[in-house]
């Protein structure tokens, strides 16, 4: 984890009236929010990741911070301090819920957390590796 | 265990309020997982965090099934029918992350060049692609592929990426062997290490420079070398602020380390990252709170005599005149400059506030004034000031022409911009942290001189009397020409008094007048240069002439806590303006002479006592802030008697030139500060601050302007704009200091964001 960061830190007045309703989420981050939530099973790994969408006023994140069987997810606008973390653009964002590769715009911190995330999440690849994560 | 049990607390009573007041036990599940999403959401926690903190929650099995399944109802109600589809898409765009992430992990190579001097031109080498086995996973690693692989005919780069660090190899064989030195690193990344044909290696300084010398193994992650340290809660003087920032640094005074640390916050943490740099707390407003980036100002302490005419390190006009111009780090304390400069210079601050515990990077860039006509806010002392900006680079600001010579200047730091530039300089020196991180700044002082104090006790109806038709410039000392006389304070106040402060309670006629006047003392007595008040011993050695009443003294040193205490008393909130009318008659005081810095300063004691306050500025011209006087007592009435509530503390009147500096207050025109002051805790001094302020808006319109550093009135964007004539030219400033916003915190976007 980088220095100083602490997943589910809460104090402080700043972060606290930066917490967003999801009414107003880019819907990429609204489907990764669904993706993780439809899925009853943990992560399987620990780790503090954030994915945002540049919006042409603000950027929004989504966050997870995973710790085994657990993950708590929320959406920001204040920047997260995480372990690692990916920024698209809008548009790309948008291809992505239609179905186009990631086009990833900026990046940062530790890529194998973000493997992790991608790998647990992703369809699995095989009827045994199906099995594996118990999605049969 | 407390932070804990505080945490607990927060969560149980965020429940309740999102139950209406209810006890979790008497909800069913379905009610109780929405108002755990709810009371998750105001605290911003994750619901499952909130239910893993709250125990009546954590006990209740289903409760988690049950947010989750709440949770994906609502995200699938805003996708709506494709929602299914849509995650499918994203999950298998995940798959893909892979492969979008290998530009980042194998990012294009950095350009190298070299500048052999005299001989050749520079020139950039040719990339022949990165070594085999490139990311590797240290830095010991990557320095072993390089000693395989060695050749006399190339230079290698190592740069730290995502997934390691990744060797670059450059060919220099048509031009000869290029040496370290004659390498040109300006466009290489932050953390870059240089291994030439002739195996001198180098690390990237964090100024651009190389550091021969051999590869040091020890990196973790990009921010190693910097001085980072424990991010702690910060809790203010007046206890109404406390955040916890993820990260934070303490710089030391070299510049180059603040430079680093911003210039890794730019390029290695998300966007959007806040950064702010802390002073000594003092504040009652979120001038300096953050729960990104926080720089902590103790190691930037320095002060220094500018350096002789020619001499070494010499960057400065020769035809400036430097016998009272210092310059001082940005985390230096007032009461630190005060002692070095009376002691070691002969010096003194020509005005100060009433508290010398403040950072210089805090007290003056949020518009700290005194009550000096004279002068304006202590930011008027300003020559010079030394930022580190968003991007990590380092600028000087100066008023034209401008102290710094510009040859010399680009000479010495030629990695360091000087802006000479009046726009740019009155933006600057009351920013309120929202530019960059001041290093240091230039001061200007005057020569040392002690002063006497005089407080007499008075009626509200006599300051009127005196101070009406343009009165305050008959009794004080001011550079507006007065040509005629009136009426007085006499009881031993000066004619005209160089520093003037009233003292009023916002629900009686009581006021006290404090005067201080320069004197001249022939012989300074043993002792006079410790803090006042400070031991009862040696202030009844010294006399009445040099200390202050000794028993308020005594009792605000010992007693503060009551003192604070009894301004809060709950039981019979009338008291308060008792309280307050005794403590304004326990200053009655007919001389006191001290060291000048000790007579600006109101006591360690009243200090002590953990007051909020809010100031409000209102201009002299018209007497209009006597009708401020009035419009204030007239608040607090009708709010005593809705509410059955009183301000807990006096307000102070203090008067201040006016100033050029973009968001000073007073739109260039002389002010009257009023301080309403609260004991600490008092529940209602937010709100009852709201009524005084609308209250003089009402009536004043946009000549109310208040302090950076202090409880916000609740003004808005539109109410800066319209105090504030400078407020565009101060934002046009501003995002060239910082486009992204990194030192705007969440008021400050609302007042200067895009």
């Known amino acids: 984890m980088a220095p100083g960061t602490s997943p589910g830190a809460t104090s402080g007045l700043v972060q606290r009236a930066t917490m967003r309703r999801v009414d107003d989420v880019p819907a990429l981050l609204l489907a990764l929010e669904r993706l993780v939530r439809a899925d009853s099973r943990g992560p399987g790994f620990a780790g503090a990741i954030a994915i945002g969408v540049q919006l042409r006023m603000r950027t929004c994140w989504w966050i997870a911070h995973c710790a085994g069987d657990e993950i708590a997810t929320s959406f920001a606008d204040a920047a997260p301090l995480v372990d690692a973390w990916i920024l698209l653009d809008e548009d790309a964002a948008d291809r992505a819920v239609r179905g186009a590769p990631l086009e990833v715009a900026r990046a940062g911190g530790d890529l194998s957390v973000v493997e992790r995330l991608a790998g647990r999440y992703a369809p699995p690849v095989s009827w045994l590796e199906s099995r594996a994560r118990g999605n049969t | ?754």
Not at chain 2, 82 to 90: E, L, R, Y
Not at chain 2, 176 to 189: C, R, V, Y
Not at chain 2, 647 to 656: D, H, N, W
Request: glycine fraction near 8%; hydrophobic fraction near 40%; proline fraction near 6%.
């Open chain 2, 1 to 754: 265990v407390t932070t804990t049990i505080a945490t607990n607390i927060t969560y149980a009573a965020a429940l309740t309020r999102a139950l209406g007041g209810r006890d979790a036990k008497n909800v069913d599940d379905s009610t109780l997982a929405h108002a755990t999403i709810d009371a998750a959401r105001t605290l911003n926690v994750a619901p499952d965090v909130f239910i893993a903190n709250v125990a009546q929650l954590a006990q209740r099995s289903s409760l988690k099934e049950l947010v989750r399944a709440q949770q994906l109802a609502s995200v699938d109600a805003l996708l709506g029918a494709n929602a299914s589809s849509m995650a499918a898409n994203v999950s298998r765009a995940l798959a893909h992350l892979g492969t979008a992430m290998k530009a980042f992990v194998h990012p294009p190579a950095p350009s190298l060049s070299w500048d052999p001097g005299l001989l050749q031109k520079k020139a950039p080498l040719d990339v022949k692609g990165p070594l085999a086995g490139s990311p590797f996973s240290s830095l010991s690693e990557a320095h072993e592929a390089i000693k395989k692989a060695k050749s006399d005919d190339s230079t290698f780069l190592i740069t730290r990426t995502l997934a390691g660090f990744c060797v670059w190899r450059y060919s220099e064989s048509r031009m000869g062997q290029a040496d370290l030195h004659e390498l040109d690193t300006k466009s290489l990344p932050v953390q870059s290490w240089l291994v030439d044909s002739r195996g001198n290696t180098g690390a990237l300084a964090h100024d651009g420079t190389l550091k021969r010398g051999p590869l040091i193994d020890t990196v973790h992650g990009p921010s190693a070398g910097l001085p980072t340290v424990v991010a702690r809660e910060q809790v203010n003087h007046g206890e109404n602020l406390r955040f916890t920032p993820k990260m934070a640094f303490r710089p030391g005074t070299n510049i180059d380390e603040l430079a680093a640390i911003l210039k890794y916050v730019h390029e290695h943490l998300p966007p959007g990252t806040k950064v702010k740099a802390g002073g000594s707390l003092h504040s009652w407003s979120s001038v300096a709170a953050t729960n990104g980036v926080f720089i902590h100002p103790e190691g930037m302490k320095s002060i220094d005599a500018l350096p002789r005419t020619g001499g070494p390190g010499d960057v400065y006009r020769a035809d400036a005149k430097r016998e009272n111009l210092v310059r001082v780090g940005s985390g230096t304390t007032v009461r630190e400059l005060n002692r070095v400069l009376w002691e070691q210079m002969g010096k003194s601050l020509p005005v100060l506030g009433g508290f010398d515990g403040q950072t210089l990077g805090g007290v003056l860039p949020t518009g700290t004034h005194g009550s000096v006509l004279k002068h304006g806010p202590l930011a008027e002392m300003i020559r010079s000031m030394d930022f580190v900006r968003a991007d990590g680079t380092k600028v000087r600001i100066e008023r034209p022409p401008g102290l710094t010579d510009p040859v010399a200047f680009q000479r010495a730091h030629p990695d360091m911009q000087l802006v000479q530039d009046a726009t740019s300089f009155n933006a600057a020196i009351v920013h309120m942290g929202t530019m960059g991180v001041v290093h240091s700044m230039v001061l200007e002082a005057v020569p040392k001189f002690h002063m006497n104090e005089v407080r007499t006790v008075t009626t509200l109806d006599d300051v009127k009397r005196v101070l009406s038709n343009g009165g305050v410039y008959r009794v004080m000392d001011t550079d507006t020409p007065v040509t005629t006389s009136g009426p007085h304070f006499g009881n031993g106040h000066p004619d005209r008094a160089y520093h003037m402060e009233v003292l009023i309670n916002a629900h009686s006629q009581k006021a006290a007048i404090t005067t201080r006047q320069p004197v001249h003392l022939d012989k300074e007595p043993a002792n006079l240069g410790e803090r006042p008040g400070r031991d009862i011993i040696r202030a009844l050695q010294l006399g009445d002439q040099f200390t202050r009443p000794v028993l308020p003294t005594w009792l605000s040193e010992h007693a503060s806590r009551l003192l604070g205490f009894i301004g809060t008393v709950p039981l019979v909130p009338s008291t308060a303006k008792m309280v307050v009318d005794a403590s304004i008659d326990s200053l009655k005081d007919d001389a006191y002479t001290q060291r000048s810095y000790n007579v600006f300063h109101i006591g360690d004691g009243a200090n002590a006592i953990p007051a909020l306050s809010s100031t409000m500025f209102v201009p002299l011209k018209g007497d209009t802030y006597l009708k401020a006087v009035d419009i204030l007592q007239r608040t607090a009435k009708e709010f005593a008697a809705e509410t059955g509530k009183y301000q807990t503390g006096p307000i102070s009147m203090r008067f201040v030139k006016g100033s050029e500096a973009l968001m000073a207050p007073g739109k260039g025109e002389d002010v009257c500060s009023f301080e309403l002051i609260f004991a600490g805790g008092t529940p209602h001094a937010e709100q009852m601050t709201r009524r005084y302020y609308e209250a003089l808006k009402r009536e004043l319109g946009s000549d109310v302007t208040f302090h950076w550093g202090q409880l916000n009135p609740g003004q808005s964007a539109d109410d800066v704009k319209a105090a504030y004539p400078g407020a565009e030219s101060f934002k046009r400033v501003r995002r060239d200091m910082d486009p992204s916003g990194m030192f705007l915190g969440e008021e400050q976007q609302k007042f200067f964001g895009a």
